[in-house]
């Protein structure tokens, strides 16, 4: 629908583009710029066109590190997002003192800094002092995130779990506030099973905001970078190197900024090309439309 | 104020919700848009308050283009199917809210007219109260009150009360018709009801699938609709219509039978036509009509004064209403009767030939 | 098919409840026989869709007890009543099609899938749904959704009673006939028991052998749409049903009748005799189908002036004032309207006493 049309409301926009422009676009322009030069010293530069990006998608360190990633976030999404729902579904569903108890200490997880969860469970599963760490190992199952990669990966997923889990469930709870009683009676009258009720009325009635979850945490997981770097620092060797942890290995370890910046863009675009993928996926499923 | 649509387009994508829409408001004048759902009544209200800005055409008020100007800047009120209140501002915040908006009225001067505006629906005892804890028929009135305390020239309802139960209707309908009958506000009243737009009177718009197909006041779009689907649109019970071919001085049937024709019909050649009659002029067995079909009885339907009969006549379903009640068994041959002076006659494609003459037709139409 | 009964039932959504008003179900004992069509009609907050909760087993009533076929089901889940619910928007599964929406109930009761596909196209056909069979169920009007609504009920061979609430909400004025049309139709080839909760006096009365009037979470009055409209028990009663409703007169009893502002207007003597017994503020209620307007002087009718006419089509409203009181006269299309004063008739059989807003006779 077209909205009839109001000056005065463009003032109101003004600011925030301003900021905007300052601290998105200006930035994503330098890095543009950088991105198709070479640069030895201030004042040395060279435009070198495409040469970044072609050395840069020939690097087999940035494919090792590119298939952890998607590793990574294939398992965050298998993870979190049923498990969101399953948490979601477990809440009292009427409004109340249960349902806002419930709901606040769902939150906490997500109020923490997020260097500060990496040093939480940095110390929460070392085998020496750590509570986890030091109850696993006394249980006989040696752990030590340190030195093995499979234990450094068992600690990083534990830790994305718990720290992102209750945003999923809170959307899927909001979601689910959103059914009217009524398709809980008809369900009820027709005898449909618990199974039957999640998979024909909560299911698909949640769908918008299970297109918003999905969405969110494979972006967030994708540009992850604070609690893995502060927990692992991207070790033992490799095996937690995710993407943006090799990228800026590359552009302050290395202060190589012109493949630094041919690289952001590349994350830039895969990331928008999934996101894109995931939406137009999840708004047909079950629909049957042909929009 | 005058309210003039031309050629008001609305089209999204691919849909069209509103087509070609002509119409003209006069100052004060009390006009009924009457369509089934997804007419586009809710799409012309919307753009007759500005709140939408059509695809094509102009709107114009009082002779002033106003097709880009916002809603805020026109003086409209609109009163919605849903309460909407302010829910946390009492009756007398709520009503109050659109005059301390426009800032230019003293406290003295605002309580006055929130008073007055109170008083006339009804509402002096429960200035105080919060919506929630209002009956659904006080918080439409408080919705209605707050459109009108305003005094805004133009003032358009979405079918305010569809949500109430239907003795509250009928009391408020009584109410608004007098309200809004004191005022030079030019009023658009949006229902799906025939009833309704009859009651209130004024002058009727029928609107189907984004088209107005009429305007003019209710009666003579009553006795008088243009196009078999205005008569379908205009009816409750659904009008009868059947096929019908004149030859000589008869109209016959489909399936054979034929009765005289009326009187209003005599200028028709002869040929396929539509008849259409009302469930009102048909009556079962009892005093014959000059026209009689065979039927069988499908359904008898008894409300507490009057009886509708459902009843089959070859491939045709027809409804007759009777005074009093009257028990049918399902399966029992009936003969129903009407008078061809009745009869509404449209050509195939659906455009009236022929209407039985009223003195509401006989009016200027408005 | 249920014979459904209630014995004391009472129900308040308070926790603690002081008295009597802070129940939304005031004690109450009904019986309503196999295979009638019952229609709950009342204004909203008369506890009617509370009323319908308790049958479907969808609300537990804080006292006294339902019964199915004398068997008591007060502590029974909905889904062991054998009971099917349409509500007053259409409730569908969005994902399935309209064949498997109508296979739901079925298949959750594992009915094997031959009988399942049987029961369904027989059921769709009855509905005249046949052709959609096939077509996803998101896609369809409102009442062919609330079709698909009803068809859920019907295609469990045990369903006892369909219950309605407010079913025809959302639907157009034109569909509603044809939905009613259906309803009946089923109606009289199943001989199921149908319980219907509606605020709508046309819908109650064409739908229902028995309309059962509530007001206030009581019942006023169970009968016949004839019954409830020719002799209502009490005056709210009186005014609910009908459009426009009952006109009432404040009055005073004499030896041959009753006297409104000094009119005299006739009743039977068995009448006033009862009046005079039952004593209290008297009321003559009158329906505006039972009064006529002459032109001409009558035996007795007084002259009242015409303060309003409404136009409707088919008939006319007239509001007259007698004396003081405001009363409406329906005029049918072929009478002349009066223009500012005409003669007020009343007819003897139809007009009713009511002492303290009870029907006296």
Redesign the interface.
């Known amino acids: 629908m077209n909205k009839t049309y109001d000056n005065r409301a463009w003032f109101l926009v003004l600011p925030v583009f301003l900021v905007v422009a300052f601290s998105a676009i200006i930035p994503l322009v330098t890095v543009v710029n950088y991105s198709v030069q070479d640069i030895f010293g201030p004042g040395e530069r060279y435009f070198v066109g495409l040469e970044w990006f072609r050395e840069v998608l020939r690097d087999t360190r940035l494919h090792e590190a590119l298939w952890r990633q998607f590793l990574f976030s294939g398992l965050v999404l298998l993870i979190e997002i049923p498990l969101g729902v399953a948490i979601a579904l477990m809440m009292p569903r009427r409004s109340g003192w249960a349902a806002s108890l419930a709901l606040v200490l769902l939150a906490l997880p997500l109020l923490i800094p997020w260097n500060v969860i990496g040093t939480i469970w940095i110390i929460f599963t070392r085998p020496d002092i750590g509570l986890l760490g030091y109850a696993v190992n006394s249980a006989g199952i040696p752990f030590d995130h340190t030195a093995a990669p499979l234990d450094a990966w068992i600690t990083v997923m534990l830790m994305e779990v718990w720290h992102w889990t209750p945003l999923v469930a809170l959307l899927a709870y909001a979601g689910l506030r959103a059914i009217p009683e009524a398709y809980y009676q008809a369900a009820r009258i027709d005898g449909a099973s618990d199974w039957a009720v999640f998979r024909y009325i909560q299911l698909p009635k949640m769908r918008g905001v299970l297109t918003i979850a999905v969405l969110l945490r494979f972006m967030d997981s994708f540009l992850i970078y604070a609690e893995p770097f502060v927990l692992t620092g991207g070790g033992p060797g490799n095996s937690t190197t995710f993407l943006s942890i090799h990228l800026v290995k590359i552009a302050v370890g290395q202060f190589d900024l012109g493949p630094a910046a041919a690289f952001s863009i590349i994350y830039f675009l895969i990331v928008l090309l999934f996101s894109w993928v995931f939406y137009q996926v999840l708004q047909r499923v079950g629909t049957g439309d042909r929009r | 104020m005058q309210l003039t649509l031309e050629r008001v387009d609305l089209k999204v994508g691919v849909e069209t919700y509103l087509g070609e829409v002509d119409l003209v408001l006069e100052p004060g004048s009390l006009n009924v848009l009457l369509g089934p759902t997804l007419a586009g009544k809710t799409s012309l209200l919307r753009v007759m308050a500005g709140l939408d800005r059509p695809t094509g055409g102009r709107v114009l008020v009082d002779g002033r283009d106003v097709t880009g100007q916002s809603v805020r800047r026109r003086n409209v009120a609109m009163v919605y199917q849903q309460f909407v209140n302010y829910p946390s501002l009492t009756v007398y915040e709520n009503i109050a809210s659109p005059l301390r908006q426009a800032k230019r009225l003293s406290a003295a001067d605002i309580d006055r007219r929130v008073r007055a505006t109170a008083e006339m629906l009804r509402l002096d005892g429960l200035l105080d109260r919060l919506p929630a804890e209002l009956s659904g028929g006080q918080q439409q009135r408080t919705a209605i009150a707050r459109a009108l305390v305003k005094d805004a020239d133009l003032l358009l309802l979405d079918e305010p009360l569809v949500n109430l139960d239907y003795k509250l209707r009928e009391e408020l309908r009584e109410e608004l018709r007098q309200l809004f009958a004191g005022r030079r506000t030019t009023v658009v009243y949006a229902t799906t009801e025939p009833q309704e737009a009859l009651i209130l009177g004024g002058s009727t718009i029928v609107l189907d699938a984004g088209r107005v197909l009429q305007a003019g006041s209710a009666l003579a779009v009553y006795h008088g609709p243009c196009s078999v689907r205005v008569a379908e649109v205009f009816s409750d019970p659904p009008i009868n219509v059947m096929p019908i071919r004149i030859e000589g001085e008869l109209c016959r049937t489909p399936d054979g039978a034929a009765f005289p024709r009326g009187e209003h019909m005599r200028g028709l050649p002869g040929g396929e036509y539509r008849a259409a009659v009302r469930a009102e002029h048909v009556r079962v067995n009892g005093a014959a009509g000059r026209a009689a079909l065979g039927a069988i009885v499908e359904l008898a339907e008894l409300s507490g004064s009057e009886t509708f009969v459902h009843a089959r006549h070859a491939a045709l379903t027809l409804i007759a209403r009777q005074d009093g009640v009257h028990e049918y068994r399902l399966g029992e041959q009936v003969t129903l009767h009407f008078d061809p002076d009745r009869v509404l006659v449209f050509d195939t494609a659906g455009a009236l030939v022929a209407a039985p003459r009223h003195p509401a037709l006989e009016r200027r139409v408005a | 098919m249920a014979r459904i009964e209630f014995k004391q039932l009472a129900h308040t959504y308070r926790a603690d409840p002081r008295g009597l008003e802070d129940y939304a179900l005031k004690p109450m004992n009904q019986v309503w026989r196999d295979g009638g069509a019952y229609a709950l009609l009342g204004?909203?907050?008369c506890g009617k869709t509370t009323l319908l909760n308790i049958i479907?087993g969808?609300l537990q009533p804080t006292a006294g007890r339902v019964y199915f076929d004398g068997v008591d089901v007060t502590e029974r889940?909905?889904?062991q009543r054998n009971?099917?619910?349409v509500?007053?928007?259409p409730?569908i599964?969005?994902?399935?099609t309209v064949f498997d929406n109508l296979a739901?109930?079925l298949r959750?009761?594992r009915v094997p899938e031959p009988e399942v596909k049987r029961t369904v196209e027989r059921v769709a056909e009855m509905l005249e749904l046949g052709a959609e069979l096939r077509r996803?169920a998101?896609g369809l009007s409102?009442d062919a959704k609330q079709k698909i609504?009803l068809g859920?009920?019907l295609v469990r061979s045990d369903v006892a009673a369909i219950l309605f609430d407010e079913p025809l909400t959302?639907i157009?004025?034109?569909l509603k006939?044809t939905l009613?049309?259906k309803l009946?139709?089923i109606h009289?080839s199943l001989g199921l028991t149908l319980i219907y909760v509606t605020?709508?006096?046309?819908e109650a009365?064409?739908?229902a052998d028995e309309v059962v009037v509530m007001h206030d979470g009581r019942v006023l009055q169970s009968g016949t749409?004839?019954e409830?409209?020719?002799a209502p028990a009490h005056k709210f009663v009186g005014?609910?049903?009908?459009?426009?409703?009952m006109n009432f007169l404040p009055c005073v009893l004499e030896a041959d009748g009753a006297r409104v502002d000094g009119v005299r207007i006739a009743l039977p003597p068995d009448v006033v005799a009862k009046g005079r017994r039952a004593g209290g503020r008297f009321e003559i209620g009158v329906?505006p189908?039972a009064l006529r307007l002459e032109a001409e002087p009558r035996n007795g009718a007084p002259r009242v002036r015409i303060e309003a006419l409404?136009?409707?089509?088919?008939y006319r409203i007239a509001a007259v004032r007698l004396g003081t009181h405001p009363l409406k006269v329906k005029l049918p299309?072929e009478q002349e309207p009066p223009r500012d004063a005409a003669y007020l008739c009343f007819t003897p059989a139809l007009t009713r006493l009511y002492a303290d807003g009870v029907l006296v006779g």
């Open positions: 204004p909203s907050g479907s969808l889940p909905t889904a009971i099917a619910q509500f007053q928007f409730v599964y969005d994902t399935m739901f109930p959750n009761r996803r998101r409102a609504s859920r009920g959302v157009d004025p034109h006939w009613r049309r009946k139709q009289q605020h709508d006096q046309t009365l064409t739908f749409p004839q409830l409209f020719e005014h609910f049903v009908g459009s426009p409703g329906r189908e409404a136009e409707l089509g088919h299309e």
